[in-house]
């Protein structure tokens, strides 16, 4: 666990170690819990956790772990801090939809119709029209390849 970069994200997000761990603040750990796995998924240095499906998308034991016994110290440096700043500035549903899409995204390269079915059994809720527009805002971005 790369302690350096996980105080950068943290100070990319706007947040200090005492808001990411207070047990109560659930959003400010899924937002970072987000913003992990998207800095993993691009391949970024000293982000490489195991994520497993989980209720709001892709989530990290080791990490939430990482987190709660995270002390202060000088952050490292992130090559994806602005994406990662965009990512996160999104609604929290949004989040959840973005990261499942990323979770799937590699088996269903050729099959939209397919994705979408796969991404709500995990998002039962998204629409076809807001799971399309997640899906497009990813790939305008650059983050997913299609």
Known sequence: MNDSKLLALIKVLDLDTLQVKNRDNFGVKMRVQAAAYLLQYLGEDGFDYSFSTYFRGPYSVDL????????????????????????????????????????????????????????RHYRERLTREEYTAVLMELKEKGILDR
């Open 64 to 119: 939430g772990r990482g987190l709660s016994l995270l002390a202060p110290a000088e952050p490292g440096k992130l090559k994806n801090a602005e994406v990662a700043r965009w990512f996160v500035d999104h609604e929290l549903d949004w989040l959840s939809a973005a990261t499942t899409i990323m979770m799937l995204h590699a088996s269903y390269r050729e099959n939209e119709n397919g994705e979408y079915s796969a991404v």
